[in-house]
T-cell receptor
Framework: QKEVEQDPGPLSVPEGAIVSLNCTYSNSAFQYFMWYRQYSRKGPELLMYTYSSGNKEDGRFTAQVDKSSKYISLFIRDSQPSDSATYLC???????????FGQGTTLQVKP | NAGVMQNPRHLVRRRGQEARLRCSPMKGHSHVYWYRQLPEEGLKFMVYLQKENIIDESGMPKERFSAEFPKEGPSILRIQQVVRGDSAAYFCASSPLGRGIDETQYFGPGTRLLVL
């Protein structure tokens, strides 16, 4: 079993739709959760991070963590064509800070 | 403030040659992480270095791969005797304090290695 599982998609939605991206993880000791966005042929950029269960909002983006279910989500409201990218969930797994990434979900927002 | 810099951006090597990938962290950052992204896969951790020290190399292949971060100059990821399976995008990330679990890592644009 992979430590972090993420549906690779692709996911295609119309502009303005609410997008839900999800990951599950296997180790209940994980405690720091992140979402990165990666445009084609570019490096990942950090979108959101959170420590604890619950929701964290930043503009059109909401990150949600449910530690009891080992489930993390990223919601994008009012999606825009510029949101078209690959979204990677990541978990910090040790005191050295190395990140364990999901496979990434490719999102396309159509005008 | 310049971001993480990687060069070259694209590298083509024939089987058996050596590949050297360079990473200059963000200004003020002294902690460097290397990740590899194979086609259709997510990023996989390879190695974590501080200046002149390898802290965690649990993701490095046992043979042909090595990494260093000297006191002066960029971090280098070196792949000897490359094989086609080494073709991938290699990303470097840096962080300022090495505080670990709760510190943001900033990624560079990557080096795309193609082995012919």
């Amino acid at each position: 079993q992979k430590e972090v599982e993420q549906d690779p998609g692709p996911l295609s939605v119309p502009e303005g739709a609410i997008v839900s991206l999800n990951c599950t993880y296997s180790n209940s000791a994980f405690q720091y959760f992140m979402w990165y966005r990666q445009y084609s042929r570019k490096g990942p950029e950090l979108l959101m991070y959170t420590y604890s269960s619950g929701n964290k909002e930043d503009g059109r983006f909401t990150a949600q963590v449910d530690k009891s279910s080992k489930y993390i989500s990223l919601f994008i409201r009012d999606s825009q064509p510029s949101d078209s990218a690959t979204y990677l969930c990541a978990i910090s797994s040790s005191n050295t800070g190395k990140l364990i990434f999901g496979q990434g979900t490719t999102l396309q927002v159509k005008p | 403030n310049a971001g993480v810099m990687q060069n070259p951006r694209h590298l083509v090597r024939r089987r058996g040659q050596e590949a050297r990938l360079r990473c200059s962290p963000m200004k003020g950052h002294s902690h460097v992480y290397w990740y590899r992204q194979l086609p259709e896969e997510g990023l996989k951790f390879m190695v974590y270095l501080q200046k002149e020290n390898i802290i965690d190399e649990s993701g490095m292949p046992k043979e042909r791969f090595s990494a260093e971060f000297p006191k002066e100059g960029p971090s280098i990821l070196r792949i000897q005797q490359v094989v086609r399976g080494d073709s991938a995008a290699y990303f470097c990330a840096s962080s300022p304090l090495g505080r670990g679990i709760d510190e943001t890592q900033y990624f560079g644009p990557g080096t795309r290695l193609l082995v012919l």
